[in-house]
Antibody
Framework: EVQLLESGGGMVQPGGSLRLSCAAS????????MGWVRQAPGKGLEWVSG????????YYADSVKGRFTISRDNSKNTLSLQMNSLRAEDTAVYYC??????????????WGQGTLVTVSS | DIQMTQSPSSLSASVGDRVTITCRAS??????INWYQQKPGKAPKLLIY???SLQSGVPSRFSGSGSGTDFTLTISSLQPEDFATYYC?????????FGGGTKVEIK
């Protein structure tokens, strides 16, 4: 059974940093691209970042480019999102999601339960 | 960037109704569209991928159609557990874009 478990969310002041993690199990992690999708309170879904299965290709939404860094450790089946220079508008539930391909293109076929990030002074 | 315009933003329907949700892309995305269902407080769930393919385990009352710029998600006979918000998503370009969502409510 595919499982994705996010952690690392919490409250942080504007300008601060936070690191999210996603522990994956139930599939060959290194064979699949992964992504992060967020949802601000009461709003729709917004893609944040994606990475190929090998980790060789990374992609970012314009809204987070230069502030967020996606990474993965295929030996530990873990996906991470380092978030720096956080802003109030980054407040959201962050979901880790699996792509059914080694390349970052396609649907998100499995999702984690999400972790809440709140940016507030 | 490709824009995805989803309509309507909300609708009211009764159990047993046929429901249609539309998504229009700002340029051709061939068949690179996916549909998700999200219930309050839960993660999205993939329903349809590549415009018409039903994800494993999803009831056959859900179907997708379209190609190019105009796409449709249809629920043939609405069930109580189908009241949720639905999103389209284009995967033609690397820059993933979701539609604004359609909230399906009980009439």
């Amino acid at each position: 059974e595919v499982q994705l478990l996010e952690s690392g969310g919490g409250m942080v002041q504007p300008g601060g940093s936070l690191r999210l993690s996603c522990a994956a199990s139930g599939f060959t992690f290194s064979s699949y691209a992964m992504g992060w999708v967020r949802q601000a309170p009461g709003k729709g879904l917004e893609w944040v970042s994606g990475m190929s299965g090998s980790g060789g290709n990374t992609y970012y939404a314009d809204s987070v480019k230069g502030r967020f860094t996606i990474s993965r450790d295929n030996s530990k089946n873990t996906l991470s999102l380092q978030m720096n220079s956080l802003r109030a508008e980054d407040t959201a539930v962050y979901y880790c999601a699996k792509v059914p391909s080694t390349f970052f293109q396609g649907s998100f076929d499995y999702w984690g339960q999400g972790t809440l990030v709140t940016v507030s002074s | 960037d490709i824009q995805m315009t989803q309509s309507p933003s909300s609708l009211s329907a009764s159990v047993g109704d046929r429901v249609t949700i539309t998504c229009r892309a700002s340029q051709s995305i061939r068949n690179y569209i996916n549909w998700y269902q999200q219930k309050p407080g839960k993660a999205p769930k993939l329903l349809i991928y590549a415009a018409t393919s039903l994800q494993s385990g999803v009831p056959s009352r859900f179907s997708g159609s379209g190609s190019g710029t105009d796409f449709t998600l249809t629920i043939s006979s609405l069930q109580p557990e189908d009241f949720a918000t639905y999103y389209c998503q284009q995967s033609y370009s690397i820059s993933v874009i979701f539609g604004g969502g359609t909230k399906v409510e009980i009439k």
